[in-house]
């Protein structure tokens, strides 16, 4: 099955997206998408100063060279973010104009159309500007309000357009950006397989097979995203944009991320930045992806089939003691509630964790083997993000290993999600892992 043939069958799936066109050239199809899921309608395109030029301009003039009435409005500020102001400054574009957004640009101009359009009761098309992360397909938009970020909730687009001679010519790094965020599913897929096991999260077989079936072929040509070329980055477009399709499928992010991400999140909510400006969200990624890879190796070292799990039952803390260690983990957190708030959730009882490690113990054979088909080791993950360009170490996004070590502590309890960490908490190896990693000899030696 090609590519295409698998993002039309995750099409008739998906809940929100219906259309899609992924190709050189494709914003010619633009007037054509446009008539046959919006008959009628006037249309608007929205964009930026910069991409106005690479390709605002052109789709503005195409949709009136084939007759259907078609404003502009270019956000009058050169450099702006995903905030509040600029969701009201859109949606009071489309009050006005009582047409339908074609967002042309980056994940921030695709937001705040998303979710202006949606407040507004309508939906829009998206013509992405850079294979740069999977939130184009995505529900939600993460937006800045009241001085903190924010995911809203807001349908996907309902066409979405890649064309791969505006993709190419983005700048590098946001290509680069995209395909450590399309890798990050290896490792999250591993994840998910934990939480199926565990039963929190059963894999949800149409949202797993939209992209896992074809992620493999989508990474395995770094130096073709490192050169840009033409079907790489269609492909590379391809394979996030089905990422979000999975997400709509599984009417969850959990196809999309786990461990790997909340790494990101750490840097995200610390206002980290690097030599000057934020670092790119695909390329924090890059570095939480080779993270777990490595944990993976470490627990795929483990012979789980020897647990001694009354042993693990008795050494189960209460509650109320991983809430206190979660409070004091994050007390100088810019969000200090986090961690004891989803720790609350995640914590399951004693007899919970005893069903869970006896079923760990009893298939560990197989399940362990499925779980190095799935993920990639530390070095073949090393070696594409190293070929492609990417990060490979977190002192390449200005973090110390020693920090990014502390902040696993961290991405442990920062989210309700199972994830590698608490299976190795339930079967008490986490400082082992942990050690394995990032001690003396680890691949993140700190």
């Not at 786990?258 to 000057?276: P, R």
Request: proline share 4%; aromatic share 8%.
């Amino acid at each position: 099955m090609t590519i295409k043939e698998r993002m039309d069958k995750a099409l008739e799936m998906a809940g929100q997206t219906k259309g899609a066109e992924i190709s050189q050239g494709a914003i010619k199809s633009t007037p054509a998408l446009f008539k046959k899921f919006f008959p009628g309608e006037k249309a608007i395109v929205i964009t930026d100063h910069f991409v106005w030029t690479a390709a605002g301009e052109a789709v503005y003039n195409i949709m009136n060279a084939e007759g259907i009435e078609c404003e502009k409005f270019v956000i009058p500020d050169k450099s702006f973010h995903a905030e509040w102001k600029y969701v009201e400054m859109v949606e009071e574009v489309l009050k006005n104009s009582n047409a339908i957004a074609i967002a042309v640009g980056s994940g921030v101009i695709n937001d705040l159309c998303k979710l202006a359009s949606h407040r507004l009761g309508k939906r829009y098309i998206c013509i992405a500007s850079a294979a740069s992360a999977d939130g184009y397909s995505t529900s939600g938009a993460a937006i800045v309000k009241d001085g903190s970020k924010q995911t809203f909730f807001c349908p996907a687009p309902l066409v979405i357009i890649g064309d791969s001679e505006i993709l190419r010519n983005a700048p590098a790094r946001l290509t680069v950006a995209g395909y450590a965020d399309l890798a990050a599913k290896i490792p999250a897929g591993g994840e998910w397989m934990i939480a199926d096991l565990f039963g929190t999260e059963p894999i949800i077989p149409d949202a797993w097979h939209a992209i896992h079936d074809m992620l493999p072929e989508l990474l395995a040509d770094a130096q073709a995203i490192a050169d840009r070329t033409h079907k790489a980055v269609e492909n590379l477009f391809a394979g996030l944009t089905m990422a979000g399709v999975a997400a709509q499928i599984a009417n969850s992010t959990r196809p999309l991320s786990c461990a790997d991400h909340l790494y990101s999140h750490i840097l995200d909510m610390t206002h980290h930045t690097f030599e000057g400006r934020m670092v790119l969200h695909g390329f924090q990624v890059s570095v939480g992806t080779l993270t777990m890879c490595a944990f993976f190796d470490q627990l795929l070292k483990e012979d789980l089939t020897k647990l001694d799990v009354d042993a693990c039952v008795a050494a189960w803390p209460t509650k109320e003691q991983e809430i206190a260690r979660a409070t004091e983990l994050f007390k100088n957190f810019p969000v200090p509630e986090l961690g004891p708030t989803e720790i609350a959730k995640k914590w399951q009882s004693p007899e919970e964790i005893r069903r869970q490690l006896n079923l760990v113990k009893s298939v560990w054979p197989e399940f362990s083997e499925k779980l190095r088909k799935q993920v990639y080791s530390f070095d073949k993950m090393y070696n594409l993000f190293k070929t492609a360009g990417a990060p490979v170490d977190p002192t390449q996004i200005g973090v110390s290993r020693q920090t990014w070590r502390d902040n696993t502590h961290l991405v442990q309890l920062m989210r309700f999600r199972i994830n590698l960490f608490d299976l190795a908490k339930r079967a008490q190896i986490f400082d082992k892992l942990v050690d394995g990693v990032f001690g003396k000899g680890g691949v993140l030696e700190a």
